[in-house]
């Protein structure tokens, strides 16, 4: 697992922003990590692009929207990271982006942010800002719909970790970080394997085939396994993969769900393709790797 000695948190002044103010503060308790809480100033016309302004009042409208927010910076989540290494920071830009170099610029180990959507639809709804962090970021992100309901700092637990997945390229290293987690917080850790079309087991009539099969995913798991030091329980459940890896995080009361995401420069496997409806649809917290 990447250190994490540096835990990035982009906050927007929002519930959301505090709910996820609650993990990164569970982990850096934990490892004692700096806490980089970070806003993205969009720049004039993005902030005032609809008023009717001349250059000079927009300009003075966008110096005195700065100062505002590096006055709201300084105190927010004050009692929730109280006692904690924490390093406030604004900068200019476009979010997703800035949030992306900012992160390996620092070499942070983690992003943690919320996504964005509320009521009866937020789990169809991932936000313009999170989807492109998802999609660029060379490093974890750990998100959800849901962490704007985050538990109270002091009752967050990683009791149980749930990994899935895809046997592909990225798939040790997405164990390592939940193997690596397990032993920090003594979790118990379940991998979850979704087989392919190919390699469906349950569709297949003939039992040899199917044991055969299951047989090598099995062997393919526990030589990755040990490869990244873990020791997990394996699931293998065909169907559907956000439907099954959601529905088994939900069955096992899962406290976070791991999975490979790739990046823009990777090559995505079935699972990573279906990472942003796993992400929406997750019972708990998800980290991609």
């Known amino acids: 697992m990447r250190s994490l000695s540096k835990i990035l948190l982009p906050v927007d002044f929002s519930e959301r922003s505090m709910g996820a103010a609650r993990y990164a503060r569970t982990l850096a308790r934990h490892f004692r990590s700096e806490i980089i809480l ?4 969009a720049p004039p016309h993005y902030e005032f692009g609809a008023l009717e302004i001349g250059g000079s009042m927009l300009t003075e409208l966008y110096t005195t929207r700065a100062a505002q927010v ?23 830009g476009d979010p997703a982006r800035k949030i992306v170099e900012f992160a390996q610029r620092e070499e942070a180990g983690l992003i943690v942010m919320p996504t964005h959507g509320y009521g009866h639809f937020r789990r169809f709804i991932l936000g313009s800002i999170t989807a492109k962090v998802l999609h660029d970021a060379d490093r974890p992100v750990w998100t959800g719909v849901h962490l704007e309901e ?23 290293q997405t164990l390592e970080w939940a193997a690596s987690l397990a032993r920090a917080f003594s979790s118990r850790l379940t991998v979850l394997h979704v087989p392919t079309c190919g390699q469906d087991t349950a569709a297949h009539p003939d039992p040899d085939w199917r044991t055969q099969m299951e047989a090598r995913i099995a062997g393919e798991i526990a030589a ?46 079935r699972l990573r393709t279906n990472a942003y409806a796993i992400i929406r649809q997750s019972p708990c917290p998800v980290v991609s790797v």
């Not at 989540?77 to 200019?92: N, P, S, Y």
């Not at 002091?154 to 592909?168: M, N, Q």
């Not at 990244?228 to 009361?253: F, S, W």
């Open 38 to 41: 970070l806003h993205v100033l």
């Open 70 to 92: 590096e006055k709201e910076l300084a105190s927010f989540l004050a009692e929730e990271l109280a006692g904690l290494d924490v390093r406030r920071l604004v900068l200019e």
């Open 150 to 172: 985050a538990p109270a700092a002091d009752s967050i637990a990683l009791e149980r970790i749930l990994c899935a997945i895809d046997l592909g390229s990225q798939s040790c």
């Open 224 to 269: 990755l396994q040990e490869k990244a030091g873990a020791q997990a329980e394996v699931l293998i459940e065909p169907g559907d993969p956000p439907k099954v890896v959601c529905g088994t995080a939900g069955r096992l009361h899962a406290d976070l769900l791991v999975i490979g995401r790739g990046s823009a420069a990777g090559v995505f496997g």
